[in-house]
Every structure is written in structure tokens, then in C-alpha cells.
């Protein structure tokens, strides 16, 4: 139970962070889910969902983030998820549900990066990959809905994944598959 | 045709995808619809135009359509 209610409470403020707060503007309220997130001393919001503006994770050891989040209705039998999204599609890499009958509306805490990125590591064939990446997120409950997205930037050299390698090569080598292309056959008019 | 279309839509399209992986990696564009299907479209049309024109590699002519080599020199 207290681990549910940590990852809850981790969700409820590091995504409800990110997310916009009128993502689907016309059917939820302004400011249904709220929240801050705060990386080495810089507080990201809501408003960081561009590519501008992309909240940093940073490839480091030992990173705390300073969480807090709240919803702004009945927030009981509530469940929601976090996905990474890919051309438009969603896969989901987490989820979460409770009765929460005390309806516990807001959250605060201190999530430890290392915990996610050792997940990840083990989940994840490649491992962390650097770069920028939509996240979306969820949250129903009883008295009301909120999702959204948001971007975060993974920092890391891409060259030091394997991945960063298959792409770099795949550049070269079907570049060069377009210059052989191009070239004229002898013969040809 | 002059050149390889199919190998230039193939290679096209492919170097689309990966350009739009680079894109992701290095923290320029996220993995989205206009990168992950729209580069490798537009390249494999880039791919496709260039294998048809093939303008690489093509020897020089002198002006009669032939290559130099096939054209005659003048008698002094």
C-alpha cells in the first residue's frame, strides 16, 4: 500500500507536472490537474511542453525531483497511466488505480531518478536513450478527468548507446544508397 | 530512367527513417508523425526523382547528345 501510494504520489506530481493543465481545453475544466517538478533547482510546469522548452532529465547519478501535484475534483476509484508517444501512438510504460477513499487530492515528495533509470535499464533492450520524447498522461477519477503531454530531453551523448551507432549508420549508409541511386547507368539514354 | 528508382525509394525511405531517429537522438525532433512518416515519404520521393534524373556520373558530351569520346574531332 505505501509503495502504491508512493508511485501515486511520484505520478500525481511528476506528471501531473507535466502535463498541460486544459489539455482537452473544452471538456475539462482550467487547472483540473495542477503540478510542479523541480530538477537541480529549476521548477518545470505545465508549460514545458515544447520542444523549446523540454523539461532536461538529466544522464547524472543521485538526481532528486522535488514533486508536488494536485486535482481539482473528487479524486476517488481513480486510476491513470504514462506513455511514451511514437508517431502518434501510445505505449503505455505505466499505470496506476486505487479506491483512494480518503479522496486525497494533492501530493508532494522527493522521487529518486536513479529508481526510474534502473528500471529502465532493465526493461528497456538499449537501455536509457538520450534525446526528446513526448510523454502523455492520464488521470480519471470520480469527480473528473485530466491528460495531456509533455516534452522531456533525456541528455546523454546518443553515441554512447548503441542505438545512437544503428542510426548514424543507417544515415550513411542508405544516404549513400541515394547517390548510387543516382548515378547514371552506363548505356542508359 | 538513368538511374536505380528502386534502390532509390528503398534507400530513400530508409535513410528518412533513420534521419528522423537522429533527429529524435540528438534532441532536435521527438518521434513524431511528421518525422517518422513524413521524412521517409518525402525522401523516397527525393530518392525516387533523383534515380531518375541521375545526374551523377553522367560523362560530358559535346553538345550532339554523345559522349565526347564518340564525337569527332574536326579534320584541320
Redesign the interface.
Known sequence: MVRRLGFLLFAAGLLLAIMPAVANAGVEPEGACWGTAVIKGVTYSPENDTRSNAIPIPDEEGVQIDYSGQVNFENMDHSGGIAVRIAGFDIGIAEWGDPNSDDTRSASGVYELDDAYEKIDNVVPFGRVPGIWVVSGWHNASGGECSGTAMIKIEGNPLSNPLGWIALGGVVLFGAGIGWAALARPGRP | ?????I??A???L??G???A??L??????????VS??GLPVL?LV??LV??M???????RTGGTGMPRSEVEEPAE
Open positions: 530512367m538513368r538511374g536505380r528508382p534502390l532509390g528503398i534507400s530513400g530508409l535513410f527513417l533513420f534521419l531517429l537522429n529524435m537522438l540528438w534532441g532536435i525532433w521527438p518521434l513524431d508523425r517518422v512518416f525522401f527525393i530518392g533523383l534515380a534524373l541521375a545526374p551523377l556520373g553522367r560523362k
